[in-house]
């Protein structure tokens, strides 16, 4: 995986109040079996020990994931 830059640091604020350091970096591609690779995907990097992993609604519809939460359900289209 190669990384194209690192970018400024960001303040992260969770809905609990909690607010953490990270750095904005960006890749040159994104390929994950069975989907369409992305080009130049954008990513906050973070101490994850307080929380699971997030990914934001830009790259949920680049990987055609839907949620349905009335449902508790994910689909891949």
Not at 26 to 42: A, N, Q, R, S, V
Not at 59 to 65: C, D, E, H, K
């Amino acid at each position: 995986m190669g990384i194209l830059e690192f970018k400024e640091k960001q303040l992260i604020i969770f809905p609990n109040g909690i607010d953490i350091d990270g750095r904005m970096i960006k890749l040159k591609l994104l390929k994950i079996d069975g989907t369409i690779p992305i080009p130049e995907p954008t990513f906050c990097l973070f101490d994850m020990r307080m929380c699971d992993v997030i990914i934001g609604a830009k790259l949920m519809q680049q990987l055609r994931i839907i949620l349905n939460p009335s449902k508790k359900e994910i689909n891949f289209c």
